[in-house]
Nanobody, 110 residues
Framework: VQLQASGGGLVQAGGSLRLSCAAS????????MAWYRQAPGKQREWVAD???????NYANSVKGRFTISRENAKNTVYLQMNNLQPEDTAVYYC?????WGQGTQVTVSS
C-alpha cells in the first residue's frame, strides 16, 4: 500500500489550501483516516481524523478553520485548511490505517 499526498505549498496568512492523500494497493476496509503535522524542531502532532461513520475530530488549534473529509471509493482523505496562520507551517502527513504518506510542506507567510 502506498499513500500519495499532495496540495501543500506557500500561502499568505489568511489564505487556504486543500491537501489530498490517496491510498493505492490492497485495501479493503478503512476505518480511521487522519492528518498529522510536524513543525521544525517540534514533535509530530495530530491535527484531525475521520472515521468510516464520517465522525470527525479536530485539534483545538485548528478547530473551526480546518475540515477533514474522505472519499471512500477513491481511498482518499482531504484536509481543507482555511484562514491559515504562520503557526500552521509544518510538514503535513496523512495516516490511513497503519500507513503513512510521505509528507507535504505547508508554509504560511505573515
Amino acid at each position: 500500500v502506498q499513500l500519495q499526498a499532495s496540495g501543500g505549498g506557500l500561502v499568505q496568512a489568511g489564505g487556504s489550501l486543500r491537501l489530498s492523500c490517496a491510498a493505492s494497493g490492497p485495501i479493503f476496509t478503512i476505518n480511521r483516516m487522519a492528518w498529522y503535522r510536524q513543525a521544525p524542531g517540534k514533535q509530530r502532532e495530530w491535527v484531525a481524523d475521520i472515521r468510516s461513520s464520517r465522525s470527525t475530530n479536530y485539534a483545538n488549534s485548528v478547530k473551526g478553520r480546518f475540515t477533514i473529509s474522505r472519499e471512500n471509493a477513491k481511498n482518499t482523505v482531504y484536509l481543507q485548511m482555511n484562514n491559515l496562520q504562520p503557526e500552521d507551517t509544518a510538514v503535513y502527513y496523512c495516516n490511513i490505517a497503519s500507513w503513512w504518506g510521505q509528507g507535504t510542506q505547508v508554509t504560511v507567510s505573515s
